[in-house]
């Protein structure tokens, strides 16, 4: 029987990690590259970077579940099996 689990954990990790950090990258082209033509739509651009953040962040942390319960389904197999 596989461990849907760890699949879930090895997909879900590097997206959280690509949302976090497209966020974070998003913010700073906002603050460095659009002072001058677009300070009146700051808005917009703030809240899809914390946008981007905050559902890159929920998603690693159920990526990390994810891993606690692929984790914790070995080692109770590696138990039973010495038993």
Same mark, same amino acid.
């Given at each position: 029987m596989?461990?849907?689990?760890y699949?879930k =954990? ?8 690509l ?5 974070v ?16 739509? =700051? ?17 690693l942390?159920?990526?990390?579940v ?7 389904i ?10």
């Amino acid at each position: 029987m596989a461990n849907h689990h760890y699949e879930k =954990w090895i997909i879900k990790a590097p997206v959280g990690f690509l949302l976090i950090g497209g966020g974070v990258f998003f913010m700073y082209y906002s603050l460095t590259q659009l002072q001058g033509n677009l300070k009146e739509t =700051w808005v917009y651009f703030g809240l899809t970077s914390a946008v981007a953040i905050s559902i890159g962040v929920f998603i690693l942390c159920v990526a990390f579940v994810h891993k606690i319960k692929s984790d914790l389904i070995k080692k109770t197999k590696l138990k039973n099996q010495s038993e």
